[in-house]
Each structure stands twice: as structure tokens, then as C-alpha cells.
T-cell receptor, first 112, second 113 residues
Framework: RKEVEQDPGPFNVPEGATVAFNCTYS??????FFWYRQDCRKEPKLLMS???SGNEDGRFTAQLNRASQYISLLIRDSKLSDSATYLC?????????????FGSGTQLTVLP | DAGVTQSPTHLIKTRGQQVTLRCSPK?????VSWYQQALGQGPQFIFQ???????QRGNFPDRFSGHQFPNYSSELNVNALLLGDSALYLC????????????FGPGTRLTVL
């Protein structure tokens, strides 16, 4: 079993749609959780951290359920510029030197 | 404020050769991590350097080695290249005593023929 598993893509949605990505992680001692965005042939960039209380940044909402070891990302009113690969990322427990474990990514294409 | 820089941007090698990739961390950062990203996959952790020492290592063979210099910059060396080493190699920098945020460089795309 992979340490971080994401929805298989690709997701093709029309502009203005709401799209949700899901992710599960296997290590219950994981400390920190993130969503990164990666454009084609570019480096990953931090989209947002994910907290147990849930957090929102504009059109983006992230949720964490530690009991289920489940992370989600919701994008509302999607824009053409949201087209990218979204990577679910987990940092291991204390002492793991901030090693990040990435999912394989979910590709999103927003269509005009 | 310069971000993370990597060189070269692209590299083509043949099987059996050796390669050295370079990374300069974001200003003020003291920790460098290296990742390998194969096509269609997420990045995989290779190792991390802090205070010029390898602090943690992922599941990569000894052919992969690294170094960190006093100015916090880092090198990744890969010996006896295999076709399967073709990938995007990403460097990420962070501040050990700071937040979890790691900032990635643009990567070096290595092709092994």
C-alpha cells in the first residue's frame, strides 16, 4: 500500500464547476499535511496547509480527518488557471527531519 | 529575495556515467532536501542535509550521494547511471527551526540514454 494515495485522475471540469480531491495516508503518526500544486514541467508549489479544524483560502477549502486518515481539497468556481496537478503531501512524525511524502497527484483540466 | 536555484536545468547522460546536480537554497534557509520525480509520479524523497550532514535518507541506493557546503548550498551526485534514473530532480529548502514549509527549486531534468 502506498503511504499517500490520491484519487486517480484526470478530472476534466467546465469553468465555474466545483471539484473535490481526496487523499488517504497510511501513517497515523503523520504530523503535517499539505496540498501542493504543480504546473506542467514546473516545480511543486505550496497551495495550502491542512489543519484538523479545516481551512479556507478564497475558493479553496481543505479538510483533514485524522481518525479516518483522510484529506480533502475543494475548489469552488474553478478557473482555467486552476488547471494543474494537485499533490497531496504528508510529513512524517517528529524526528523524520521534515521528509515530505507525496501522492502521485491528480491532474485537473478546467475547460472553457 | 532569491528563491531556490538549481543547475543545470537539463542534462543528458549515458548509462554508466556520473552526474552532479547543484542547488542553492532560499536566502536564510539552512536545510536542503532532494527529491526525484519520475514522469507521472509524485516526488520521492532522496535525502536531506543540515549542518553539512545527511540527516535522513529515503529508499535510494548508495549510488545516490550528496554534500552540503558551509554556505548551505548542496550537491546531488549519482554514479553508474541507469536508464531508470531519468527524472526531474528537485531540491527543496527550509529552515530547520522554522515551519514545515519547503520551497522547491525549478528542478534539473536528467535524461539517461
Amino acid at each position: 500500500r502506498k503511504e499517500v494515495e490520491q484519487d486517480p485522475g484526470p478530472f476534466n471540469v467546465p469553468e465555474g464547476a466545483t471539484v473535490a480531491f481526496n487523499c488517504t495516508y497510511s501513517n497515523s503518526a503523520s504530523q503535517s499535511f499539505f496540498w501542493y500544486r504543480q504546473d506542467c514541467r514546473k516545480e511543486p508549489k505550496l497551495l495550502m496547509s491542512v489543519y484538523s479544524s479545516g481551512n479556507e483560502d478564497g475558493r479553496f477549502t481543505a479538510q483533514l480527518n485524522r481518525a479516518s486518515q483522510y484529506i480533502s481539497l475543494l475548489i469552488r468556481d474553478s478557473k482555467l488557471s486552476d488547471s494543474a496537478t494537485y499533490l497531496c503531501v504528508v510529513r512524517g512524525p517528529s524526528g523524520s527531519a521534515r521528509q515530505l511524502t507525496f501522492g502521485s497527484g491528480t491532474q485537473l483540466t478546467v475547460l472553457p | 529575495d532569491a528563491g531556490v536555484t538549481q543547475s543545470p536545468t537539463h542534462l543528458i547522460k549515458t548509462r554508466g556515467q556520473q552526474v552532479t546536480l547543484r542547488c542553492s537554497p532560499k536566502s536564510g534557509h539552512d536545510t536542503v532536501s532532494w527529491y526525484q520525480q519520475a514522469l507521472g509520479q509524485g516526488p520521492q524523497f532522496i535525502f536531506q542535509y543540515y549542518e553539512e550532514e545527511e540527516r535522513q535518507r529515503g529508499n535510494f541506493p548508495d549510488r545516490f550521494s550528496g554534500h552540503q557546503f558551509p554556505n548551505y548550498s548542496s550537491e546531488l551526485n549519482v554514479n553508474a547511471l541507469l536508464l531508470g534514473d531519468s527524472a526531474l530532480y528537485l531540491c527543496a529548502s527550509s529552515l530547520l527551526a522554522g515551519t514545515d514549509t519547503q520551497y522547491f527549486g525549478p528542478g534539473t531534468r536528467l535524461t539517461v540514454l
